[in-house]
């Protein structure tokens, strides 16, 4: 079983940044890739950003292009979430995910995704 365990998340104010950090426990058989969501009470689920595993490919929804950036760390099984300039409508709970098998292309549909973490909150205040 796949755990998946975030960090970094925390009150901060707006213009301000966080790191967040994604690790897997137990290295599945395969990774395709990893990616950020984040979601709000009452709200759907938003997909944030995601990570080709075999070659670094990085996807980004357009609230935040410019502002977030995801990397990976293959030999710690990791995923990070750089966010600067933080705004108050980033303020969410933050999910990691992994999808194992492969895909035409790096998905966004939460659905596409084998595992989650249990999410980190981030705050931003105005």
């Known amino acids: 079983q796949v755990q998946l365990v975030e960090s970094g998340g925390g009150l901060v104010q707006a213009g301000e940044s966080l790191r967040l950090s994604c690790e897997a426990s137990?290295?599945?058989?395969?990774?395709?890739?990893m990616a950020w969501f984040r979601q709000n009470p009452g709200k759907e689920r938003e997909f944030v950003a995601a990570?080709?595993?075999?070659?670094?490919?990085?996807y980004y929804a357009d609230s935040v292009k410019g502002r977030f950036a995801i990397s990976r760390d293959n030999t710690k099984n990791t995923v990070y979430l750089q966010m600067n300039s933080l705004k108050p409508e980033d303020t969410a709970v933050y999910f990691c995910?992994?999808?194992?098998?492969?895909?035409?292309?790096?998905?966004?549909?939460?659905?596409?995704?084998?595992?989650w973490g249990q999410g980190t909150q981030v705050t931003v205040s105005s």
């Open positions: 990570i080709s595993w075999s070659d670094g490919n990085t």
């Open positions: 995910a992994l999808r194992r098998w492969n895909a035409q292309t790096v998905p966004r549909a939460g659905y596409e995704y084998n595992d």
């Open positions: 137990l290295r599945p058989f395969s990774i395709y890739a």
